[in-house]
Every structure is written in C-alpha cells, then in structure tokens.
C-alpha cells in the first residue's frame, strides 16, 4: 500500500460537502453561523473518514476565512486534522466579461508546496469552472442544496473504501470512479 502522504484528496465545501443559506430549511441546521444556517451533506462525514483511511485531506472553499474555518472545525472528527484548510485568499480571482463577475480558480499547482505532484493530488468539487485547468484531476459531484434524501456522497464512501492497496494515482483512480458511475 502506498504512503497516505504521497496522495491528497481536496474537498471543496459549498455545495460539495455542505449548503448554506440565510434563511433555514424546515429542519434545524447542522451548523448555525449566524446569519447562515449551514446543513452538512448526509454521508459528508463517513466521506472524509473514507478518504482519511489512504489520504491526506485538505480543504479548499472559495469561501471567506472565518467561515471556511469554522465550518471545518465544527464539521471534521477531532481525530483528522486537514493538511491545509485554504479560503478563498487561496484563490486565483479571474475576471469574466460574459457573464460579468469573478471567479474564484482553484489552481492546484499551490499544492506543490507540500510536496504533492499533481499526479497525485484530487479535487472533489461541484462546480467544474473552479477548476477548469485541472479537469484531470477533479471529480466532480452533483450540487448539494439542502435536501435531506441526497445520498449522492454514498456511492463515493464505498469506492474511497475500496481503495485500500490500490494505486493512488490521480489518472487511475478517477478513471476508476468514471467507469464505476
């Protein structure tokens, strides 16, 4: 089995893992960050201790610092501890003309600083324009916007399981995961 350091997994936040709104659902939020009411993904958690098992982990959201922070703390079991929990400071902001906004790029070269090669590093993101540049390295889920019936994360649970001794290489565990679904 390869070292779970020599691989990372990076989970995006936003609609990913998580959904937050101004104004709640009708059921209490996991997470209340006022003025948002923040509802955790069903499987969220069994996810990152799937991962945990054969990865490090690291966390990246466009979103400002103290939420991304808070949202981790309150999120992650005490015994895993992210590699990187990085904010949108951690972005590369591009301007679109059409539409006309900003776009907050996740470039994952960054990674390099902790020694990753992007072979093996992953991305779990919902939003494939953030990382549009990596699209080799990104598996990419559905949108999460609260519903309590998703089991989407799931099916991701069981094949993070199932990694166990495999290669942890970016290109064979995506083509994995692509012909799995």
């Known amino acids: 089995m390869k070292d779970k350091k020599e691989s990372l997994v990076i989970l995006d936040l936003d609609e990913t893992l998580i959904h937050s709104r101004r104004s709640?659902?009708?059921?209490?939020?996991?997470?209340?960050?006022?003025?948002?009411?923040?509802?955790?993904?069903?499987?969220?958690k069994d996810l990152i201790e799937a991962i945990d098992r054969n990865f490090q982990i690291g966390v990246w959201s466009?979103?400002?610092?103290?939420?991304?922070?808070?949202?981790?703390?309150?999120?992650?079991?005490?015994?895993?501890?992210?590699?990187?929990?990085?904010?949108?400071?951690?972005?590369?902001?591009?301007?679109?003309?059409?539409?006309?906004?900003?776009?907050?790029?996740?470039?994952?070269?960054?990674?390099?600083?902790?020694?990753?090669d992007l072979s093996r590093v992953i991305i779990i993101e919902d939003d494939p324009v953030k990382v549009r540049h990596f699209s080799e390295n990104a598996l990419i889920v559905e949108r999460y916007f609260g519903e309590d019936d998703d089991d989407h994360l799931n099916n991701l649970v069981d094949f993070f399981k199932e990694l166990n001794g495999e290669d942890h290489n970016a290109e064979t565990v995506l083509r994995t995961w692509r012909k799995a679904t």
């Open 62 to 116: 466009a979103g400002s610092p103290l939420y991304v922070d808070t949202v981790v703390q309150q999120m992650f079991p005490e015994s895993i501890s992210p590699l990187f929990v990085w904010n949108r400071d951690h972005c590369t902001q591009k301007l679109e003309f059409f539409p006309f906004q900003i776009l907050f790029l996740k470039d994952l070269n960054k990674t390099k600083e902790f020694g990753f």
């Open 24 to 44: 709640p659902l009708d059921r209490s939020p996991d997470i209340l960050l006022e003025p948002l009411s923040i509802y955790v993904r069903p499987y969220a």
